[in-house]
């Protein structure tokens, strides 16, 4: 069984940060792509960030400047460093990666951002 679980979501002010966590329950060395996506009430899920094993990264427009893909292969974890908040940003987070054709989806965290 592999699992992504995701933490770190919560309630925060516009101009505030969070960190969001992406905990893998296999190595993620090998892996060459994981990523951060969200979903927000009436639109489709969006790729937000995107490491790749290399550590080459890429973001949405809307994010750039603002937030901060990171992976950390010893603990197999993936984080999203937000900051600069803004309402625009409310939706769940959710971490995705692939091992070899397995893709595996976390569950999801509650991003909340107030005005």
């Known amino acids: 069984q592999v699992q992504l679980v995701e933490s770190g979501g919560g309630l925060v002010q516009a101009g505030g940060s969070l960190r969001l966590s992406c905990a893998a329950s296999r190595s993620i060395f090998s892996i060459n792509h994981m990523g951060w996506y969200r979903q927000a009430p009436g639109k489709q899920r969006e790729l937000v960030a995107a490491?790749?094993?290399?550590?080459?990264?890429n973001y949405a427009n809307s994010v750039k400047g603002r937030f901060t893909i990171s992976r950390d292969n010893a603990k197999n974890t993936v984080y999203l460093q937000m900051n600069s908040l803004k309402p625009e940003d409310t939706a769940v987070y959710v971490c995705?990666?692939?091992?070899?054709?397995?893709?595996?989806w976390g569950q999801g965290t509650l991003v909340t951002v107030s005005s």
């Open positions: 490491i790749t094993s290399g550590s080459s990264t």
């Open positions: 995705n990666a692939d091992w070899s054709g397995l893709e595996v």
